[in-house]
């Protein structure tokens, strides 16, 4: 079988093709060609680079994985066209998203595609520390890219109320600077515990289950299109979405007596859960379907 993969430069998507070719498919990288069976379109931001490809072959059917759709996007579409993209949700054979929750906030916006939906949960790019501690302070993993989420910034206003030390990307690298890696696994291991306060993400965020993998409590919105509860279910902590005194009372909790959660125990369900293997298995699962039901 021949794939096309129609891809960004994203770390959690370049491991596609060769571990697609390891199971014996032939994978091409932002090419197309007429022999291809199937246009993988990874991401929404390559929605015009799909769409010079289905011009030019159109018999190729085409499957979106379908990230970070929110409810807020067609409000701030950050340069996205969601009305095009839309329609090539229509236009794909398959549809596979990270979460339940993308998948429940897309059909909002593109009735009549749930039939399409496939939830494929992503992999992690793990790590160990020898050094894992409480260091007294909070990680919230969240860019500013999301501040159109209705509950963001809360967590800064509750730890400032609280006098209680934060951790994020705004606090001293800039909002949407990386760590050097180093660094940020340090920042990882030695925190409290891990918040995402979001109302609305799609994994939560792979941080978390940096951290949870080693030992690290998460605190996440009980929202149904936070994609968190797809890979945590009652593993969480949960607040009440959008009620900020009950978060507070959370974080409260959590900061005076942190859990002491079985690290290997959380180290088995995240390397187990979220591999690499597993994702793309379930990829080739659906491809083999795929293929089978269309010829």
Not at 60 to 79: E, Q, S, V
Not at 124 to 148: C, H, M, T, W
Not at 227 to 246: L, N, S, V
């Amino acid at each position: 079988m021949k794939i096309a993969i129609i891809t960004p430069q994203s770390i959690n998507v370049e491991s596609w093709g060769p571990q697609l070719e390891k199971r014996g498919y032939e994978v091409l990288i932002n090419d197309v060609t007429e022999d291809c069976d199937f246009i993988l379109c990874a991401s929404h931001s390559q929605i015009l680079t799909l769409v010079h490809y289905h011009r030019k072959h159109p018999h190729i059917p085409i499957i979106n994985y379908n990230w970070d759709f929110y409810g807020w996007a067609f409000d701030n579409p950050r340069g996205y066209n969601w009305n095009l993209y839309g329609e090539y949700l229509e236009k794909s054979l398959e549809i596979w998203a990270p979460s339940d929750a993308v998948t429940k906030r897309t059909n909002e916006f593109y009735p009549g595609i749930e039939d399409k939906c496939v939830t494929i949960k992503t992999y992690g790019l793990f790590f160990d520390v020898e050094d894992i501690k409480n260091g007294g302070y909070i990680y919230n993993p969240i860019r500013d890219a999301y501040q159109s989420d209705p509950n963001y910034g809360m967590i800064d206003k509750v730890c400032a109320e609280l006098n209680i030390p934060l951790f994020d990307r705004k606090s001293s690298h800039g909002n949407n600077a990386f760590l050097p890696r180093e660094e940020y696994k340090n920042k990882i291991a030695h925190c409290s515990f891990m918040v995402c306060e979001l109302n609305e993400m799609s994994t939560g965020g792979l941080a978390l289950l940096e951290a949870y993998r080693l030992g690290k409590p998460v605190l996440i919105s009980d929202s149904s299109y936070e994609g968190a509860y797809d890979y945590f279910g009652d593993r969480a902590y949960y607040f009440k979405d959008g009620d900020y005194e009950d978060f507070k009372s959370k974080v409260i909790d959590l900061w005076a007596n942190p859990p002491k959660l079985d690290k290997e125990d959380c180290r088995k369900y995240v390397d187990d859960n979220f591999n690499i293997d597993v994702m793309i298995g379930a990829m080739a699962t659906r491809l083999e379907y795929l293929k089978g039901s269309n010829e």
